[in-house]
């Protein structure tokens, strides 16, 4: 399954009013995935959005998008926009977030929200409809239409409290009326757009040169939970803690170049293969949530035009070679590819579902 992927072929999912989903499922059907298309959300197209779920769920419903399982959204409500549209950073009001939580039961499965997004740092602190809302009353509502939090997009400011938050959404979620199957918590790929006390990518040709002895520094194989906090910072610490305990369903991106493969891999191997989806972030054009994207020299990854990462381009096939390099297994590489992602959103596992060849 493509969890969290923002692009096949042509089409820009974020410019929802034009994507054609049996032409979408079609090409899923081409590579042998389900697909999570994940979008941004500009405050204006809201009604838009209600329209296009709606529409999603009803050709769902009429069995024409076997391989679309349903629909996410990276935002709006996030701390630092990162390679995120800035234009789709935005703080839902209770009525916004009303209208959201109801297309839980029409196909939306999860909001990719930043737990630090009320805080002083946030992008949002001085937005009036952020003083509307709050953790306590939102995350039982997203619960209880069936809609899972997706943990991502921190500042950098205070790492401790927003690793508390962490703990503090996730045991709100646990503690509510869950309307939904599968886990009630996932995360934005881990390590990135979060404070970090690691160097955990190596994208340039000069940083690729240091690669190998900076991770020897490491000392990836004596990395143990209880001192991950210590070693990468309380941010990730408390994602993989969470994850490692069945509460979240935790992204990892397997391409390369938004993390260090060793270290996603070690990652993994500490969470468990059963609490960790493989995640793609692709996007096939140069164009993505309304701006023009484009590569550099030295990597496969889409850049906004002020050199932030905006997205990747490495298919779930390439992923699952990239992950088995890494001595996981082909046993733990479904897992990570089908398996989690399967239990994680409460869907059937077809035995004759195919997975790309890698």
């Not at 309304?290 to 990462?309: E, F, K, P, S, T």
């Amino acid at each position: 399954m493509e969890v969290h992927c923002h692009g096949f072929g042509d089409v820009d999912f974020s410019d929802f009013t034009k994507v054609d989903l049996a032409r979408l499922d079609a090409w899923c059907a081409s590579e042998g995935v389900l697909s999570l298309p994940t979008m941004y959300l500009h405050r204006e197209q809201l009604a838009e959005f209600e329209t296009f779920v709606h529409e999603y769920h009803r050709m769902r419903g009429e069995g024409l998008l076997p391989h679309v399982a349903g629909i996410a959204l990276e935002g709006p409500l996030l701390a630092s926009h990162g390679g995120t549209p800035a234009a789709t950073v935005w703080a839902p009001s209770r009525h916004e977030w009303e209208r959201l939580a109801a297309l839980g039961p029409y196909g939306l499965v999860y909001t990719v929200l930043s737990p630090d997004a009320f805080s002083p740092a946030s992008e949002l602190h001085d937005e009036p409809t952020a003083r509307d809302t709050g953790f306590d009353w939102l995350i039982p509502l997203l619960m209880a239409h069936g809609i899972r939090p997706a943990l991502g997009h921190f500042t950098r400011a205070d790492p401790l409290r927003s690793a508390e938050q962490v703990d503090e959404i996730v045991e709100t979620a646990w503690r509510s009326e869950w309307s939904g199957n599968g886990v009630r918590v996932v995360t934005d790929h881990l390590f990135n757009d979060m404070p970090l006390l690691i160097r955990h990518a190596f994208r340039s040709t000069r940083a690729r040169a240091e690669r190998d002895a900076v991770i020897a520094s490491y000392d990836l194989p004596a990395w143990t939970l209880d001192q991950m906090a210590r070693i990468v910072g309380p941010v990730p610490a408390a994602i993989m803690r969470q994850a490692a305990a069945g509460r979240i369903g935790a992204c990892v991106n397997f391409d390369g170049e938004h993390v260090d493969l060793a270290i996603a891999a070690r990652a993994v191997q500490l969470m468990g293969v059963e609490n960790s989806m493989m995640m793609t972030d692709r996007c096939d054009s140069a164009r993505l949530g309304g701006q023009d994207l484009h590569h550099r020299v030295d990597n496969a990854l889409w850049y906004q035009q002020d050199g932030i990462v905006a997205a990747g381009s490495v298919p779930l096939a390439r992923q699952m070679a990239n992950a088995q390099s890494q001595g996981l297994s082909p046993e733990d590489v479904r897992t990570l590819a089908a398996g989690t992602a399967h239990r994680v959103f409460g869907l059937p596992v077809r035995s004759e579902a195919r997975l790309p060849v890698a």
